[in-house]
């Protein structure tokens, strides 16, 4: 018995081998060694008689022999009614061929293969119908890369409306392609509506209108364009970008109308602050961390022009303005202030063509960016310092004048709390002798009396020197260059 069933087998196998032999001369060479293609033939009832080796290679883990094998095997279950309605219809239209998108199962590793297939009748050269043959080409990577596409076009719609932004697309006619719903709902329409629609339908294709040359200018000369367009409709500013593919042309906007608010509020603001900064009578001059002057208030003009006869303008280094005598101490203070520190120094600034100096105060301060929390490392956070020159040559001499008036009148007190204590105690010492004379009823004697006279003598000299003196001294006071 079990001879028999083996002598069964073996008979089958040579017929499918026979069958084998009989086909391949029917098929074109190139089309069996294909590295794209695959090639099978299956009798009528479904059953391999013939594959190439690519399927071979493909659906390795079935056998090492697929011959007499029943196709249906490799065809999942959803799609094999594709297979008997393509055979019905070759069957039918015998001169026909028949195409299908099949998905067969590979080994658990790779899942399932997608594959389009041709299938027509073979014939042989008495124009027998022998089997089907089936002309396959795998669609996996294909289809893979098409999910792919889709996903990635799904984030990208997604992305696109977390932006708040709109987006359409066009092919080289102008017909709309793609758009999301931002933009469909700014045209109060459907996205489904707009696909197949002229952009000109859409939009007036009018080129006075800035965008619609700009539409054109980024399609035809094939350049990224972008700008930005108010909506009288929709009362809103929109930043639009137009970038051109190689089927037509991208656009993607973007409500911008709080940042236009945003950027008029702070342009005003900053108009506010350079008015207030311009009518000061300091100098204001702001440099980067290597001296290049960034900006300056309209008080630098001028005091830059006056003390050095340069010209103060964005760009330069600030060491080019300062005379050598203080450029190494300014040098210091600089640094001191890009390690985060404030200095301020008082210097009698002298223009070579002047005999005097004036007095100036320069404040050197850093600046951090104010729109971040500064860290432990405020030298991060830097972004600048800020160069204030104050006029204080007025303060300056008044307050010498000052110190100057307190000596002299420290001087004055001195005279009349020391030098003029002297003659005052000896009036009064010669008050005293000339006192108990007349208490003892005494007539002064002429030469007592001539003595008294001549030191009452001395002592006014000596008062009225001091006088003078501080008559002297008052003089110089009232008569100061300063006042």
């Not at 799609?79 to 590979?106: F, G, M």
């Not at 608010?261 to 702001?286: G, M, R, V």
């Amino acid at each position: 018995m079990i001879s028999f069933v083996r002598l069964f087998i073996f008979s089958i196998a040579m017929k499918y081998y026979t069958l084998f032999d009989d086909i391949v001369p029917l098929i074109p060479t190139w089309l069996i060694n294909s590295p794209s293609f695959y090639v099978i033939v299956t009798d009528l009832e479904g059953k391999y008689i013939f594959y190439n080796e690519k399927f071979a290679q493909k659906f390795y883990f079935l056998g090492d022999n697929l011959l007499g094998l029943s196709s249906a095997n490799t065809v999942i279950e959803e799609d094999r009614h594709k297979v008997a309605e393509s055979i019905a219809y070759i069957l039918a239209n015998p001169t026909e061929t028949q195409r299908a998108v099949i998905r067969k199962p590979i080994d658990s590793k790779e899942g399932i293969c997608t594959s389009t297939w041709d299938f027509s009748l073979l014939n042989n050269d008495k124009k027998e119908v022998i089997g089907i043959i089936c002309i396959g080409y795998d669609l996996t990577e294909s289809e893979i890369n098409r999910q792919k596409a889709i996903e990635f076009d799904k984030k990208f719609d997604e992305v696109i409306d977390e932006l708040g932004g709109g987006f359409f697309a066009c092919d080289k006619n102008w017909i709309c392609t793609k758009a999301n719903k931002v933009i469909a709902e700014l045209r109060n329409t459907t996205t489904e509506d707009l696909m197949g629609t002229s952009v000109w339908d859409i939009l007036p294709n009018d080129d006075s209108l800035a965008y619609v040359r700009s539409y054109k200018e980024a399609m035809n000369e094939r350049k990224i364009v972008q700008f930005e367009q108010f909506g009288p409709k929709t009362t809103n500013w929109f930043l639009v970008t137009a970038f051109p593919t190689t089927e037509g042309l991208n656009v993607f906007f973007r409500i911008i109308t709080k940042e236009k608010e945003q950027e008029k509020n702070l342009k005003e603001t900053e108009e506010k602050l350079k008015a207030i900064l311009d009518s000061t009578p300091n100098a204001y001059i702001f440099v980067s961390k290597d001296l290049e002057i960034l900006h300056f208030n309209q008080r630098a003009i001028f005091k830059i022009n006056s003390l050095t006869k340069k010209r103060l303008k964005v760009g330069i280094n600030f060491m080019e303005l300062l005379p050598s005598f203080f450029k190494n101490t300014f040098q210091e203070d600089f640094k001191t202030a890009l390690r985060g520190g404030m200095r301020i120094r008082e210097v009698e600034f002298i223009p070579e063509w002047e005999s005097t100096g004036i007095w100036l105060r320069f404040e050197i301060i850093p600046v951090y960016d104010r729109e971040i929390v500064p860290s432990s490392d405020k030298t991060n956070d830097l972004i600048g310092v800020s160069i204030n020159i104050i006029n204080i040559d007025e303060t300056k001499r008044s307050y010498d004048f000052i110190k100057k008036q307190n000596d002299k009148l420290k001087e004055i007190a001195f005279l009349q709390s020391h030098l003029l204590r002297k003659p005052v105690v000896d009036i009064k010492g010669l008050l005293m002798l000339i006192s108990e004379e007349k208490a003892n009823d005494c007539v002064i004697s002429s030469p007592n009396l001539e003595l008294y006279l001549n030191l009452l003598s001395e002592v006014n000299e000596d008062i009225d020197a001091i006088i003078h003196q501080i008559v002297a001294i008052t003089n110089e006071i009232a008569q100061s260059k300063y006042i």
